[in-house]
């Protein structure tokens, strides 16, 4: 099967760089896919869990913020806020965190809190969602 370089850079570090046979992530629309050959485009990655296939065939998890992703020929970048994998993810934390979230939602606030508490429930979910795939597969 055909491989191209992916690199995921998050604030903190460069959480991948190596060869992958295939990435799936979420976009605006949806779940999106990239393969080697892939058209080039720019496209932006949503709050949620991204999996890419390594040339081994083995899939690698991981829960990632908004950010953007580049694909310009055999090359695909994605730069996001934060990247973890399942294993990282502290369940406890990230379900304070929801019920936070789920609170401040409640209360009276601006349309800019509201969109921040909005975005603050979702990385908890997708950190939450994400935690449950840190089981050996």
């Known amino acids: 099967m055909r491989t191209f370089s992916l690199k995921i850079i998050a604030c903190d570090r460069v959480f991948y760089d190596g060869e992958c046979t295939m990435l799936v992530f979420p976009g605006f629309d949806g779940e999106m896919a990239v393969m080697a050959g892939h058209e080039a485009m720019t496209s932006t990655i949503e709050i949620g869990e991204i999996r890419y296939q390594l040339p081994d065939g083995s899939w690698q998890y991981a829960v990632v913020s908004d950010g953007l992703l580049k694909v310009d020929r055999s090359k695909v970048n994605l730069l996001v ?27 009276k606030q601006s349309l800019q809190e509201y969109r921040i508490s909005q975005a603050s429930l979702a990385r908890a979910m997708a ?8 089981v050996p597969r």
Do not use: W
Request: no cysteine; net charge positive; charged share 35%.
């Open 81 to 107: 806020y934060s990247a973890e994998k399942p294993e990282e993810i502290d369940a406890f934390r990230a379900e304070a965190a929801a019920a936070r979230a789920r609170e401040q939602l409640q209360q």
């Open 127 to 134: 950190r939450l969602r994400g935690a449950g795939k840190n």
